[in-house]
């Protein structure tokens, strides 16, 4: 299996453009984490899908934010619009039902918001 | 709600051993996980406690005991490519459950 599959790896854009990161999580997982890593803030859950269904958003940290799971294959995160306190790593997880506490990141994004 | 506690840094030797603790304030969980994490790099499952006692994988080894809401990741015979940042996280047993909460993680740092 690729494991979890994230692009862009690297973004940098200007504040007020909107942003968009991708993830296809590993084939057969049916849950599907968002967190986002900073060296303030450490890691936090941001929003998590089950059968492409989100199930807790309260760690959106705002509406910029919003996420979408249209088919158990691909899900996105999107900022709109950017700003610099956005930047930060953002990772997407995946995991099995009977696995909960054993997720599979992937590689990340590195988002940089000047 | 949870609270995970680990030490902000760890320095050992090639060769040593060292124990990454980790306390945590939680109503109820399911069990107590290992995550590692490579400067750059993604974080990674090491091992799952769903039970008091010791799990061993390898070279590491991890502990819960959850009278003393306490438990440890031991890692022997310390190489270079364990300098990685290692973090604990549970999952509660309720509405939230299936959320891991992570602690802020402990920087191991292997010297020669």
């Known amino acids: 299996d690729a494991g979890v599959i994230q692009s862009p790896r690297h973004e940098v854009t200007e504040m007020g453009q909107e942003v968009t990161l991708r993830c296809k999580p590993i084939s057969g997982h049916d849950y599907l984490f968002w967190y986002r890593q900073t060296m303030m803030r450490g890691l936090e859950l941001l929003i998590y899908f089950n059968n492409n269904v989100p199930i807790d958003d309260s760690g959106m940290p705002e509406d910029r934010f919003s996420a979408k799971m249209p088919n158990a294959s691909f899900s996105t995160l999107k900022i709109q619009p950017s700003e610099p306190r956005d930047s930060a790593v953002y990772f997407c997880?995946?995991?099995?039902?009977?696995?909960?506490?054993?997720?599979?990141f992937g590689p990340g994004t590195r988002l940089t918001v000047t | 709600g949870q609270s995970l506690e680990q030490p902000s840094e760890v320095t050992a030797v090639e060769g040593a051993i060292v124990q990454i603790n980790c306390t945590y304030q939680?109503?109820?969980?399911?069990?107590l996980s290992w995550y590692q994490q490579h400067d750059g790099g993604a974080p990674t499952f090491l091992s799952y406690?769903?039970?008091?006692g010791l799990e061993e994988t390898g070279r590491f080894s991890s502990f819960l005991s959850r009278s003393d809401s306490y438990g440890y990741l031991l890692l022997q015979e310390l190489q270079m490519k364990d300098s990685a940042s290692y973090f604990c996280a549970v999952r509660p047993d309720n509405n939230a459950g299936n959320m891991l909460t992570f602690g802020g993680g402990t920087r191991l740092m292997v010297k020669p």
């Open positions: 406690n769903a039970l008091d």
């Open positions: 997880a995946s995991s099995l039902p009977a696995k909960r506490n054993e997720q599979y």
């Open positions: 939680t109503s109820g969980f399911y069990g």
